[in-house]
T-cell receptor
Framework: RKEVEQDPGPFNVPEGATVAFNCTYSNSASQSFFWYRQDCRKEPKLLMS???SGNEDGRFTAQLNRASQYISLLIRDSKLSDSATYLC??????????FGSGTRLQVQP | GAVVSQHPSRVICKSGTSVKIECRSL??????MFWYRQFPKQSLMLMATSNEGSKATYEQGVEKDKFLINHASLTLSTLTVTSAHPEDSSFYICSAMTSVETQYFGPGTRLLVL
């Protein structure tokens, strides 16, 4: 079983749609949780950290359920520029991050 | 956010040669840097953890004699791919950890071994 598992994708959605990504992690000792965005042939860029209380940044909302070891990302009012691969990322203390395989999003006009 | 640079951004080399990739944290000191590798359509896979002033810690299956890592200062880590082969062709990305344990990624180095 992979340490971090994500929806396989790709997700093809029209502009303005709401799309949700899910992720599960296997290491119960995980302490930090993130969503990164990776554009084609570029490095990952931090989209947002994820907290147990849930957090929102504009059109993006992230949720964490530690009991279920489940993380989600909701994107509202999708824009063409949201097209990218979204990586669910989990950290354990000062160790390196563990990446999910990513979910590709394609927002269509 | 913090800035991490990598050099070179792209390199093409002949099989059997060695390639050095530099990773620099430009506006903060990083006692820990990480080296990842990403093959096409796959996720990032950690290769090694680089700690300033000490030996790197390699992940299982990564040959330490082939991928030499040096972290001589708080702002610079280098990865040297020795005796490169075509199967080493990949996207190599470093990240640097800040004091508050956030990681920032370099722009990556695309290596093609002919």
């Amino acid at each position: 079983r992979k340490e971090v598992e994500q929806d396989p994708g790709p997700f093809n959605v029209p502009e303005g749609a709401t799309v949700a990504f899910n992720c599960t992690y296997s290491n119960s000792a995980s302490q930090s949780f993130f969503w990164y965005r990776q554009d084609c042939r570029k490095e990952p860029k931090l989209l947002m950290s994820v907290y147990s209380s849930g957090n929102e940044d504009g059109r993006f909302t992230a949720q964490l359920n530690r009991a279920s070891q489940y993380i989600s990302l909701l994107i509202r009012d999708s824009k063409l520029s949201d097209s990218a691969t979204y990586l669910c990322v989990v950290g354990t203390g000062r160790r390196a991050l563990t990446f999910g395989s990513g979910t590709r999003l394609q927002v269509q006009p | 956010g913090a800035v991490v640079s990598q050099h070179p951004s792209r390199v093409i080399c002949k099989s059997g040669t060695s390639v050095k990739i530099e990773c620099r944290s430009l506006d903060f000191q990083a006692t820990t840097m990480f080296w990842y590798r990403q093959f096409p359509k796959q996720s990032l896979m950690l290769m090694a953890t680089s700690n300033e002033g000490s030996k790197a810690t390699y992940e299982q299956g990564v040959e330490k004699d082939k991928f030499l890592i040096n972290h001589a200062s708080l702002t610079l880590s280098t990865l040297t791919v020795t005796s490169a082969h075509p199967e080493d062709s990949s996207f190599y990305i470093c990240s640097a950890m800040t004091s508050v344990e956030t990681q920032y990624f370099g722009p990556g180095t695309r290596l093609l071994v002919l």
